[in-house]
């Protein structure tokens, strides 16, 4: 059964699985509007009522298929949690070319600043993509050197100046009820938590079977302030997925060829699963459950069936005996 956790100190509690919204956005395959709806809807019947999207996410069109979802799911929506992003927005105007990975999704490229005026511009536009007043969920979104390079240190500055302020003070006027940043890999944790009392981290990528260092270091800064844990992309684009995935996904990690090294350690944890008749998928998705500070993990199926299976592997029942061994072999780090 997939149960609730505590957002930080809020007053939001979100469903332990959740699902993204990174393959309503098409990114590299195009997904119909009405595949799309039909995941929401098949989500929320298997009790999974968390729904995470941002701009980015076909450049718009994720968040207007979710409005859209909302609208027609009525009364069911009220028990959804919707959360979202900020650090990107659009101008109908722009005649550069449109982001080649999204597939199907808007021709509008983005703009990208995390000053206030950039903050209230893209949640605003959030807000009337997916025909809302509030969120629940708000998260600083890409603020890193993957995607900022030499102007990190300025969009940093940017929003030390004044991007956060206006964070809170959207949370104190009740536009949103949680806030927090959404991160993709170590080293940025410490210095956003300097700027302002985040109640949760999007953790996109490095808290997996594969990856430790993350929950050893930034995830004790998280745990001494009281915030929580939403961990995306625990499957990291395929890698993870075992025999529930293509053999094109199984060779792909983080949306690059895997290496010949990682995917000799994924066999080697993937044999140990087999000895306790679990996949390691199932492993993958419960596996950051074992830091109490974890409220949720988000994942992007793309169509029904990957959607049951996140479903199935969340409710497998997987005994102490495989993590112990997995530790005592060196193929994962000891939890918290």
Same mark, same amino acid.
């Given at each position: 059964m997939i149960g609730l956790r505590a957002v930080g100190s809020t007053s939001i509690s979100i469903t332990e699985l959740g699902v993204g919204t990174v393959g309503a956005g098409g990114l590299h395959a195009a997904m119909t509007e009405q595949e799309a709806k039909s995941m929401l809807s098949a989500a929320l019947e298997l009790g999974i009522s968390y729904l995470d999207t941002a701009p980015w996410y076909g450049c718009g069109l994720a968040e207007l298929r979710v409005g859209s979802f909302l609208r027609e799911a009525e009364s069911?929506?009220?028990?959804?949690?919707?959360?979202?992003?900020?650090?990107?927005?659009?101008?109908?105007?722009?005649?550069?070319?449109?982001?080649?990975r999204w597939k199907g999704g808007f021709k509008h490229p983005p703009h990208m600043g995390y000053?206030?005026?950039?903050?209230?511009?893209?949640?605003?536009? *959030?807000?009337?993509?997916?025909?809302? #007043?509030?969120? @629940?969920?708000?998260? +600083?979104h890409d603020l890193d050197h993957g995607y900022h390079g030499t102007q990190y240190d300025e969009h940093f500055r940017d929003l030390a100046d *004044?991007?956060?302020?206006?964070?809170? #003070?959207?949370? @104190?006027?009740?536009? +949103?009820t949680g806030v927090g940043i959404a991160v993709n890999g170590i080293g940025y944790v410490g210095s956003l938590f300097e700027l302002a009392p985040w109640d949760f981290v999007v953790a996109a990528g490095p808290v997996t079977l594969l990856e430790s260092q993350f929950m050893a270091g930034e995830g004790e800064i998280i745990r001494e302030a009281g915030a929580s844990i939403i961990v995306g992309s625990p499957l990291q684009s395929g890698v993870l997925t075992g025999s529930k995935g293509s053999d094109r996904a199984r060779s792909s990690y983080k949306y690059r060829q895997a290496s010949a090294e990682l995917l000799d350690r994924v066999r080697r944890i993937e044999s140990v699963c087999h000895e306790f008749e679990v996949?390691?998928?199932a492993a993958a998705i419960q596996y950051p459950f074992r830091f109490p500070h974890v409220a949720s993990v988000i994942a992007g199926p793309r169509t029904l069936e990957q959607l049951r299976g996140l479903v199935d592997s969340f409710e497998k029942p997987i005994?102490?005996?495989?993590?112990?061994?997995?530790?005592?072999?060196g193929l994962i780090a000891r939890s918290v």
């Amino acid at each position: 059964m997939i149960g609730l956790r505590a957002v930080g100190s809020t007053s939001i509690s979100i469903t332990e699985l959740g699902v993204g919204t990174v393959g309503a956005g098409g990114l590299h395959a195009a997904m119909t509007e009405q595949e799309a709806k039909s995941m929401l809807s098949a989500a929320l019947e298997l009790g999974i009522s968390y729904l995470d999207t941002a701009p980015w996410y076909g450049c718009g069109l994720a968040e207007l298929r979710v409005g859209s979802f909302l609208r027609e799911a009525e009364s069911r929506a009220d028990s959804m949690v919707i959360s979202t992003k900020v650090g990107r927005w659009f101008h109908p105007r722009d005649d550069r070319p449109a982001e080649p990975r999204w597939k199907g999704g808007f021709k509008h490229p983005p703009h990208m600043g995390y000053k206030r005026d950039d903050i209230l511009r893209s949640f605003d536009q *959030s807000l009337l993509r997916m025909g809302v #007043d509030s969120v @629940d969920l708000l998260a +600083v979104h890409d603020l890193d050197h993957g995607y900022h390079g030499t102007q990190y240190d300025e969009h940093f500055r940017d929003l030390a100046d *004044s991007g956060a302020q206006a964070m809170m #003070d959207l949370r @104190d006027a009740g536009y +949103v009820t949680g806030v927090g940043i959404a991160v993709n890999g170590i080293g940025y944790v410490g210095s956003l938590f300097e700027l302002a009392p985040w109640d949760f981290v999007v953790a996109a990528g490095p808290v997996t079977l594969l990856e430790s260092q993350f929950m050893a270091g930034e995830g004790e800064i998280i745990r001494e302030a009281g915030a929580s844990i939403i961990v995306g992309s625990p499957l990291q684009s395929g890698v993870l997925t075992g025999s529930k995935g293509s053999d094109r996904a199984r060779s792909s990690y983080k949306y690059r060829q895997a290496s010949a090294e990682l995917l000799d350690r994924v066999r080697r944890i993937e044999s140990v699963c087999h000895e306790f008749e679990v996949t390691i998928m199932a492993a993958a998705i419960q596996y950051p459950f074992r830091f109490p500070h974890v409220a949720s993990v988000i994942a992007g199926p793309r169509t029904l069936e990957q959607l049951r299976g996140l479903v199935d592997s969340f409710e497998k029942p997987i005994p102490q005996d495989l993590w112990d061994r997995l530790e005592t072999v060196g193929l994962i780090a000891r939890s918290v």
